[in-house]
Nanobody, 125 residues
């Protein structure tokens, strides 16, 4: 089992920045790809970004490309999402997910085995 805890969400003005963190515990040796998803009120959960276990490959949704950066620490137990130039449409609950079998930074949520409970990000003036 893997447990995930997100942090770093909050209220930020348009154009501002936030960094989300996702700490993993438990059987972290099993983790391969790691990803961030988000879900806005009344909308389906959508892919944001993903990274391989080694950090050598990343994948981003077109809507965040150039503004968000996903990274991981060397100890393999925390993944980050640096969010810059935030827009009101970025408002959502952000979820961290990890995959046991997936070795590429895929966008299909069915590939991810463990999910956090989410952290709220609100972009508003």
């Amino acid at each position: 089992q893997v447990q995930l805890v997100e942090s770093g969400g909050g209220l930020v003005q348009p154009g501002g920045s936030l960094t989300l963190s996702c700490a993993a515990s438990g059987s972290i040796f099993r983790i391969n790809a790691r990803a961030w998803y988000r879900q806005a009120p009344g909308k389906e959960r959508e892919f944001v970004a993903a990274i391989t276990w080694s950090g050598d490959r990343t994948n981003y949704a077109d809507s965040v490309k150039g503004r968000f950066t996903i990274s991981r620490d060397g100890a393999r137990n925390t993944v980050y999402l640096q969010m810059n130039s935030l827009k009101p449409e970025d408002t959502a609950v952000y979820y961290c997910a990890v995959a046991v079998g997936l070795t590429s930074p895929g966008a299909d949520p069915a590939s991810y085995n463990y999910w956090g409970l989410g952290t709220q990000v609100t972009v508003s003036s």
